[in-house]
């Protein structure tokens, strides 16, 4: 199954994204989570990368671009993969398809999670991520075991750079304008199916496996 999870920061699509993943054996490719790695190990893409996410801008689409279509072209992708993050905007669309076509494949859904900024904004305050593995966890949906560290690697967990409430408005602003527009693109040609994003993770998971077994992806 060849997957895009499409909605707001905050949505849960990363913390949807692995559990799917686990479940499904289908590869999570996160941009988000690319770019943060790169940033760590201070590659050329991390250093052209940084101001862009601490701001909550967008990073420039030939980085996001020639990422994204490396990863999927990798063997680990037998069983699909679930895009989480990416296309971020018609551009980032158009090239995604381009590229699928090149490789003979398509899209099968596009998963919209449909959140209120409300809930976004409470999410994200109350994220919470690991220094060392990257793991999310959440003060009070998710808390981890032991309060600041992390239940898989014992790293420490700290608000992310661009979750402060400043940016966290930048970013829902930047959804608005550059990326809401996709919900229209996918409905038209007839790939995109909607969730709520405001349910918790368990509820939300279900739903998603239902609608899985009704476009018969699985
Ligand atoms: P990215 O990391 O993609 O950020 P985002 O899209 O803003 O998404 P988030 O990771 O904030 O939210 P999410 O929906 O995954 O929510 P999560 O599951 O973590 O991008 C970061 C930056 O990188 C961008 O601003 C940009 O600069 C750059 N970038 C990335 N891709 C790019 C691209 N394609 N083009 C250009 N630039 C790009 O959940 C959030 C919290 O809520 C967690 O604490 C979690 O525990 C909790 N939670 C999750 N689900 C639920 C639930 N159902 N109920 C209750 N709590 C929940």
């Not at 905050?10 to 996160?30: I, N, P, R």
């Not at 943060?36 to 701001?55: E, F, L, P, Q």
């Not at 090149?102 to 994220?127: N, Q």
């Not at 690991?130 to 700290?158: Q, W, Y």
Request: aromatic share 6%.
């Amino acid at each position: 199954m060849n997957i895009v999870l499409l909605g707001p920061p905050g949505a849960g699509k990363g913390t949807q994204a692995k559990v799917l993943s686990q479940e499904f054996g289908v590869l999570h490719v996160s941009t988000g989570d690319m770019l943060r790695d790169a940033v760590k190990r201070g590659t050329s893409v991390g250093k052209s990368a940084k101001t862009y996410m601490d701001n909550g801008e967008l990073v420039p689409d030939d980085l996001v671009i020639n990422m994204v279509s490396e990863r999927i072209l990798q063997k680990d992708v037998k069983r699909g993969f679930l895009l989480d993050g990416f296309p971020r905007n018609k551009t980032q669309a158009l090239e995604l398809d381009d590229a699928l076509t090149r490789i003979g494949k398509s899209l099968d859904l596009v998963l919209y999670f449909k959140t209120s900024p409300e809930v976004s904004i409470e999410r994200l305050s109350g994220r919470r991520a690991c220094t060392e593995c990257g793991a999310n966890f959440h003060i009070r949906n998710m808390p981890p075991r032991k309060e600041g560290i992390c239940d898989h690697c014992g790293g420490s967990l700290v608000l992310r750079n661009d979750d402060t409430p400043e940016t966290v408005k930048r970013r829902l602003s930047v959804y608005e304008n550059e990326t809401e527009s996709l919900i229209e693109y996918y409905k038209q040609k007839g790939t995109l199916r909607e969730v709520s994003g405001n349910l918790d993770v368990k509820k939300l998971f279900t739903k998603i496996k239902g609608l899985f077994l009704e476009e018969r992806l699985l």
